[in-house]
């Protein structure tokens, strides 16, 4: 076989490979989607759940199945940041980069438009019920059930100095929960960490990780960490007559706070662990004896 033909095979065998793990991706942000803005769907619509850290454990076990079920074939990222910090730290391909965010937007917007399938007469009965109009000053309250705002419009009602969050404030609280939960996947998945929990324990930990950042984070922006989590079910919210207050939001934050937020996070997460990791022989821990 020539060299164009070998190179032919090899890009062939690349491209085959690319979609399986798009597909995975394609899956796995549907499960991590469905999951997790399902339980916050019962949570406003019905009262389903009795607090934050239920809707919270959902979220958790969510994340947890989607890599389960789809870590072999993709390493299920299933996060456009943490695409991003992959490239960045862990040497993932960065010509991979774009077709994993769009699969995993894809699986996002799929799994809102089979909720809102399924919870449209809720929605429109609870909407009926609370005089919100769709698409006007206030509807972010059912809005919330596909794209994220801050502060949780679920909560203002009860929890009055809500209303003290900020665009600043907000976008911090994105980011500090994007880095901590990019610095434990680094930390669980690195070979080299000789504190890390077996493999096949490493989803848990990381699922309960967004659980324990949402029990903190949510009542202040949402506690998104992904943005095709956020970006995904905003679009069908916005074809769904949300309008403007799907896209771009209220105060036009979407991006800032939900986008580019969780970026700098995951980015920031990722530099930490590295800066943090440690190098063979370099330094020692309790259970060693150090030398003088």
């Given at each position: 076989?020539?060299?164009?033909?070998?190179e032919r095979t090899v890009a062939q065998r690349h491209m085959k490979a690319l979609l399986q793990q798009c597909l995975a991706e394609i899956v796995g942000t549907f499960i991590l989607v469905f999951f997790g803005v399902g339980v916050v769907h019962t949570a406003v619509l019905t009262g389903a759940q009795a607090g934050l850290w239920?809707?919270?454990?959902?979220?958790?076990?969510?994340?947890?199945?989607?890599?389960?079920?789809?870590?072999?074939?993709?390493?299920?990222?299933?996060?456009?940041?943490?695409?991003?910090?992959?490239?960045?730290?862990?040497?993932?391909?960065?010509?991979?980069?774009?077709?994993?965010?769009?699969?995993?937007?894809?699986?996002?917007?799929?799994?809102?438009?089979?909720?809102?399938?399924?919870?449209?007469?809720?929605?429109?009965?609870?909407?009926?019920?609370?005089?919100?109009?769709?698409?006007?000053?206030?509807?972010?309250?059912?809005?919330?059930?596909?794209?994220?705002?801050?502060?949780?419009?679920?909560?203002?009602?009860?929890?009055?100095?809500?209303?003290?969050?900020?665009?600043?404030?907000?976008?911090?609280?994105?980011?500090?929960?994007?880095?901590?939960?990019?610095?434990?996947?680094?930390?669980?998945?690195?070979?080299?960490?000789?504190?890390?929990?077996?493999?096949?324990?490493?989803?848990?930990?990381?699922?309960?990780?967004?659980?324990?950042?949402?029990?903190?984070?949510?009542?202040?922006?949402?506690?998104?960490?992904?943005?095709?989590?956020?970006?995904?079910?905003?679009?069908?919210?916005?074809?769904?007559?949300?309008?403007?207050?799907?896209?771009?939001?209220?105060?036009?934050?979407?991006?800032?706070?939900?986008?580019?937020?969780?970026?700098?996070?995951?980015?920031?997460?990722?530099?930490?662990?590295?800066?943090?990791?440690?190098?063979?022989?370099?330094?020692?821990?309790?259970?060693?004896?150090?030398?003088?």
């Amino acid at each position: 076989m020539s060299s164009k033909g070998v190179e032919r095979t090899v890009a062939q065998r690349h491209m085959k490979a690319l979609l399986q793990q798009c597909l995975a991706e394609i899956v796995g942000t549907f499960i991590l989607v469905f999951f997790g803005v399902g339980v916050v769907h019962t949570a406003v619509l019905t009262g389903a759940q009795a607090g934050l850290w239920q809707v919270a454990v959902v979220w958790g076990i969510g994340i947890a199945v989607a890599i389960y079920a789809t870590a072999a074939t993709s390493g299920a990222h299933l996060n456009p940041a943490v695409t991003i910090a992959l490239a960045t730290f862990r040497n993932f391909p960065w010509r991979n980069v774009m077709p994993y965010i769009l699969a995993q937007l894809i699986g996002a917007t799929i799994a809102g438009a089979v909720l809102y399938a399924i919870f449209a007469g809720p929605i429109t009965a609870f909407e009926v019920t609370k005089h919100i109009t769709r698409g006007a000053p206030g509807s972010e309250l059912t809005g919330m059930l596909y794209g994220e705002y801050f502060p949780n419009q679920a909560m203002l009602a009860t929890t009055p100095a809500l209303t003290a969050v900020t665009l600043q404030l907000a976008m911090l609280a994105e980011a500090v929960g994007t880095a901590f939960l990019v610095f434990v996947i680094f930390a669980v998945t690195d070979e080299h960490n000789e504190s890390r929990p077996p493999s096949y324990l490493a989803p848990v930990f990381i699922g309960f990780t967004v659980s324990c950042m949402i029990s903190i984070l949510a009542p202040i922006s949402q506690a998104g960490f992904n943005p095709a989590r956020d970006f995904g079910p905003r679009i069908i919210a916005w074809l769904a007559g949300w309008g403007s207050i799907a896209i771009p939001g209220p105060h036009g934050e979407f991006f800032t706070v939900y986008i580019l937020s969780p970026v700098i996070g995951a980015l920031a997460g990722g530099l930490l662990y590295k800066l943090l990791q440690r190098q063979p022989a370099a330094v020692c821990t309790l259970a060693e004896a150090c030398d003088e």
